[in-house]
């Protein structure tokens, strides 16, 4: 599967964005989603996963409340909604798959074999 992330920006603090990850590939209503972020100077973390149907997802613990992420297998595309945006979120923002087939909703960074471009969230005070 190939992924291309997009709808990074400029936003103010408290307000909202939508990312959205476009995907080619048989396999991606299969495969587990997930969103990662990486600021400067930082390690690339997790910040939410999404299983094939949608029905389980998995947050950090510090975008719980704040983002929700969604997918719709018929379009190939998976979305990560975010709302009150804090300036500690800024960071580019990356989609990943998980191998078809495996349906854990991982947190970790290496059981993704797929991954975007990244999209760039800047977030002011």
Known sequence: ?????SGGGLVQAGGSLRLSCA???RTFSS????????????EREFV???SWSGGIKQYVDSVK???TISRDNA?????LQMTSLKPE???????????????????NRYDY??????TLVTVSS
Do not use: E, I
Request: contains cysteine; positive net charge; aromatic residues 14%.
């Open 89 to 107: 979120d800024t960071a580019v923002y990356y989609c990943a798959a998980r191998p078809p087939g495996l349906g854990y909703v991982s947190s």
């Open 65 to 67: 409340g704040r983002f």
């Open 48 to 50: 939410a996963g999404l």
């Open 31 to 42: 495969s587990v989603m997930g969103w990662f972020r990486q600021a400067p100077g930082k």
């Open 1 to 5: 599967v190939q992924l291309q992330a």
């Open 75 to 79: 379009k190939n595309a998976v979305y």
């Open 23 to 25: 995907a080619s590939g």
């Open 113 to 118: 074999d797929h991954w975007g471009q990244g």
